[in-house]
T-cell receptor, first 116, second 112 residues
Framework: DTAVSQTPKYLVTQMGNDKSIKCEQN?????MYWYKQDSKKFLKIMFS???????INETVPNRFSPKSPDKAHLNLHINSLELGDSAVYFC???????????????FGPGTRLTVT | DQQVKQNSPSLSVQEGRISILNCDYT??????FLWYKKYPAEGPTFLIS?????DKNEDGRFTVFLNKSAKHLSLHIVPSQPGDSAVYFC???????????FGKGTRLHILP
């Protein structure tokens, strides 16, 4: 049973396109996150949602829009893709907030996005 | 601005010996530290953590040491096993910020 799943695993697209990455967790967690791991290997938080409510938005361009239809899903939609958006995107979840869950997060396998 | 630094991109250790992964941080406000392990094509998995009120936390073969005055922490794995070969991320957080700052990771190779 996959705890946190992401689709697709790989995504190759051209500049200017709009794409979405889906994330689902079956752990019953309240909080979900999106991270970006860039070419320098830094893993940086982009967004966090708690019970469908946006908690953290880390100065991410407006072209990135997370959507949480329910607390088990947090999708990431990206408009007008740019070359610099190429990265691995990880979804994660935690039982409650990071503080209250001891910062233990469960990560998905990642989506490698390549913009050409 | 790298607040969490892992200066060794890779480390090779003989199976059965001790692996020591190091991490430095610059933000004195950090009060919680974590280590995550990552295999290829998988997401990071939580390994062990330590609060700033402690200087050591142990979980089986894994021990994390925290030296607040030096702003340094280390992860010790004893004995090292082949399944320990992975990338290890050091991470830190300020309690009220509710987010984790990750380092760039250190790739650990366990040699047979």
């Amino acid at each position: 049973d996959t705890a946190v799943s992401q689709t697709p695993k790989y995504l190759v697209t051209q500049m200017g396109n709009d794409k979405s990455i889906k994330c689902e967790q079956n752990l019953g967690h309240d909080t979900m996150y999106w991270y970006k791991q860039d070419s320098k290997k830094f893993l940086k938080i982009m967004f966090s949602y708690n019970n469908k409510e946006l908690i953290i938005n880390e100065t991410v361009p407006n072209r990135f829009s997370p959507k949480s239809p329910d607390k088990a899903h947090l999708n990431l939609h990206i408009n007008s893709l740019e070359l610099g958006d190429s990265a691995v995107y990880f979804c994660a979840s935690s039982q409650i907030s990071m503080r209250e869950s001891g910062y233990e997060q469960y990560f998905g396998p990642g989506t490698r996005l390549t913009v050409t | 601005d790298q607040q969490v630094k892992q200066n060794s991109p890779s480390l090779s250790v003989q199976e059965g010996r001790i692996s020591i992964l190091n991490c430095d941080y610059t933000n004195s406000m950090f009060d919680y530290f974590l280590w995550y392990k990552k295999y290829p094509a998988e997401g990071p998995t939580f390994l062990i953590s330590i609060s700033s009120i402690k200087d050591k936390n142990e979980d089986g073969r894994f021990t994390v040491f925290l030296n607040k005055s030096a702003k340094h922490l280390s992860l010790h794995i004893v004995p090292s096993q082949p399944g320990d070969s992975a990338v290890y991320f050091c991470a830190a957080s300020v309690w009220q910020d509710d987010k984790i700052i990750f380092g760039k990771g250190t790739r650990l190779h366990i040699l047979p």
